[in-house]
């Protein structure tokens, strides 16, 4: 799901152009509503009846709600073990209110919580990743903790079972899990110092056990803020049955591995129960067999399947996810898309990745006080204001720079999908064109797939079919559809169509990707062989998207059989061909009629100035690590030392790195305390590109800092060069 886990295991273990408007115009009157099948995310291409939205004249600037609780208490930290329905006790922390001598205060608290397999290994127990924001005058996270106790809130920290201080046995947000969630919220929610009303939040895995906990219905859940997180194992490993990079192997062992680590010398846990260590690797998605290579959902995703539970619960949900995340896929939050734009529901989807060393959102303090909005309205039961329903964040410029936060405008709507998006249909040609008038003839475009598209998608063998320029901004945003009609003459081989924004530079960037093994194509639980030469009619899923398509920038649809997002493991094919002309292969794209955008121009933080000033210059320069491999050794890193200056508006530091060969390389940011050491890790990135690199670091203060490069996976010797680029409050760089 996820990038915690990902981290830690490679450690371990490793006429769209003039005539758009008319043809905009005719495809408003044809939408379609079919119901998608459940074993097969790419089957029945629809989406609910839509409604008006109301849009508000400018930015929903979030540090301006009024009536929000205040800090008014201490706080008093409280340990507990509950025990579960079978025995077994799992580790809870609760920070609630208290006076000036740390006692706790009589009252009935509204409640927040957090549960993770993370806590104590990968995490702290205080929420501070799904909250870095504000921090303390040591630049530390107040977390969940330390923000929400002093207004009022009771916090509790739950460790999953068999993960940090519980007992028990990773289950992988199976059945066990799922008991013990709506156990703890139950038990939550009937304290003497609750008011009953418990809400959840977390990033990541931790953004996808509250998914899980609404779909048990517990008693006192009042709300959930998923933040990157998922519904289904599935989503997790696999796109209709194409391996997702690095996450794939999550379920597999990973996991397990973090939960061994807690039971090694050294662990909290280590000596409390012996006899229960390595005992979730029966658990694990290795019994599954071959359908791990396959993609196909078998019984163990079955178990780990609680998307109709989640869609179906009766409270709000505040989605919060991004497009272009690289570790929980956007695919993720499918269940929320198929809750229709339910009334009291709210989404936040953004450009970013999953934020890795840095922040869930990229929205800085606004994401603070969004969330804090939330809670105040569905737990504290204030009457605040919690912004549009739906915010969709769009930025123009590169995908690197979309990922890490850079911002354009906003389009806002009453709901998700968007009320007044139809769905634009567009057809392949023989000719390598991509238009709305399908082709008069039968035709097709062959290519050798080939796995090198894994470090160079544009290079590989694919075949390409772009549109015309756009007449105008055209808005996309909702989940795309594709009808591929393809044959292939391997009996394994992973089928891949990205869709590019193309700049008239010919730049392109990827705003949607669909995939599936053709083998999946009645559905991702029932697999059919495949005969070579035979064409096949297929909906692989793809990413939901929110994008402005630019005056002069061109879709185009790029297929090939390997991509930086998946695990190439079935990627070798002598001819793949894509059918085009009548009934063949057509794309449909989510176009949002009339759209109404405002600048996105809200502060990012807490004390950003009114005016903008001159950000610090950018500054590049190139380190060299002599070796490489998976640990942090001298051999293995090299840094460079750096001054972030007084008397710039330096909102952000982006860094990113490029080496000289392919490399899976690693970024740290440290700053110089005054006794000449140097602190811990401020932020880090880490994406396993083997191409790039980057992190984000927000409002940096003047000092001596430094950029640890780690060589983890790459030839020695390899150089790394570095840019350091320095934005203002206004996103403009120095």
């Known amino acids: 799901m996820m990038t915690a886990a990902a981290r830690p295991r490679r450690r371990i273990a490793r006429s769209l152009g003039l005539a758009l408007p008319l043809v905009v115009a005719v495809a408003l009157a044809q939408p379609a509503y079919a119901t998608p099948r459940d074993d097969n995310p790419g089957k029945g291409h629809g989406r609910p009846p839509a409604t008006q939205p109301s849009q508000p004249p400018a930015a929903f600037d979030y ?34 209110p208290a006076d000036a001598n740390g006692q706790p205060l009589d009252g009935e608290w509204p409640v927040i919580l957090e549960a993770s397999p993370y806590h104590g290994t990968l995490a702290d127990r205080e929420g501070m990743r799904i909250l870095p924001e504000p921090r303390d005058e040591d630049g530390t996270s107040l977390g969940l903790t330390g923000y929400f106790a ?40 009937s304290q003497p110092w609750s008011n009953g009303r418990v809400g959840m939040t977390g990033h990541s895995y931790v953004g996808s056990t509250p998914s899980l906990a609404a779909a048990m219905n517990p008693d006192g859940l009042e709300t959930i803020v998923p933040s990157a997180g998922m519904a289904t194992m599935y989503d997790h490993q696999f796109q209709a049955g ?43 998605s290795l019994t599954a067999g071959e359908a791990q290579l396959s993609g196909q959902y078998t019984s163990w995703h079955g178990e780990r399947d609680w998307r109709a539970g989640a869609t179906a619960a009766d409270i709000p949900v505040f989605m919060v996810h991004g497009v272009n995340d690289n570790a929980a896929r956007v695919a993720g939050m499918d269940w929320f898309t198929q809750r229709g734009g339910r009334a009291g529901d709210k989404i936040w989807l953004g450009q970013w990745d999953h934020g890795s060393g840095c922040c869930p959102t990229r929205r800085g303090i606004q994401w603070t006080y969004a969330l804090h909005a939330w809670f105040d309205k569905h737990l504290a039961q204030r009457d605040v204001a919690t912004g549009p329903a739906a915010e969709l964040f769009l930025s123009d410029g590169t ?26 249909t567009l057809h392949p040609a023989a000719d390598g064109t991509l238009d709305s008038t399908a082709p008069a003839l039968p035709g097709s475009v062959s290519f050798t797939g080939d796995p090198s598209g894994f470090t160079d998608p544009q290079g590989t063998g694919g075949a390409d079919f772009v549109s015309e320029p756009m007449a105008q901004d055209t808005v996309l945003a909702g989940k795309p559809l594709l009808d591929l009609v393809a044959s292939v003459t391997a009996p394994r081989v992973h089928l891949i169509g990205t869709l590019y924004d193309e700049s008239p530079e010919g730049d392109r960037r990827r705003i949607s990707q669909f995939a599936i093994n053709p083998e999946l194509r009645v559905g991702v639980a029932t697999p059919k062989p495949v005969v070579p030469g035979v064409l096949y009619e297929m909906q692989p899923p793809g990413f939901a998207m929110a994008h402005n398509l630019r005056e002069g920038h061109r879709l185009t649809l790029r297929f090939t059989t390997s991509d930086p997002d998946k695990v190439p493991t079935f990627a070798v094919d002598p001819r793949v ?107 880090s990135g880490g994406s396993s590109s083997l191409t790039e690199e980057s992190l984000r670091y927000a409002t940096p203060a003047p000092g001596r800092y430094r950029i640890e490069v780690h060589n983890w996976a790459g030839a020695p010797s390899t150089r790394v060069d570095l840019t350091l680029t320095y934005l203002n409050s206004a996103g403009e760089p120095g």
């Open 63 to 96: 540090t301006q709600v009024e009536g929000l609780t205040a800090d008014r208490y201490g706080t008093v930290k409280e340990n507990l073990e509950l025990p579960m329905h079978d025995g077994t006790e799992v580790h809870i922390e609760v920070t609630r």
């Open 150 to 189: 002093p207004k009022g809130y009771a916090v509790v920290m739950m460790d999953l079972r068999g993960t940090g201080l519980s007992d028990g046995c990773l289950d992988h947000l199976a059945a066990n899990d799922a008991k013990d969630l709506k156990a703890v919220v139950e038990w939550a929610a």
């Open 242 to 284: 194409v391996p997702y990079f690095l996450q794939w192997a999550g379920p597999m062992e990973a996991y397990e591995q973090i939960a061994l680590e807690r039971d090694l010398p050294d662990g909290e846990h280590f000596g409390q129960k012996p006899e229960e260590t390595g005992c979730g690797l029966p658990n694990s």
């Open 399 to 424: 995908f690197e720079g979309s990922r890490t936060g850079d911002r354009s405008q906003i389009l806002n709507d009453s709901q998700w999908p968007p009320s007044t998006t139809s769905m634009l």
């Open 577 to 683: 061909t894509i059918a085009t002309g009548p009934g063949g292969t057509s794309l449909q794209v989510p176009v949002v009629d009339q759209p109404v955008l405002v600048d996105d121009t809200v502060p990012f933080h807490q004390d950003q100035p009114a005016t903008a000033g001159p950000a610090q210059p950018e500054e590049q320069t190139s380190v060299t690590p002599a070796l490489g491999g998976p640990a942090r050794t001298p051999a293995t890193v090299a840094y460079h030392e750096f001054e972030v200056q007084d008397g710039f508006d330096n909102a952000a530091l982006l860094v990113s790195a490029v080496p000289s060969l392919d490399a899976d390389i690693d970024l740290y940011l440290q700053r110089q305390n005054p006794d000449g050491t140097w602190s811990a890790d401020l932020t």
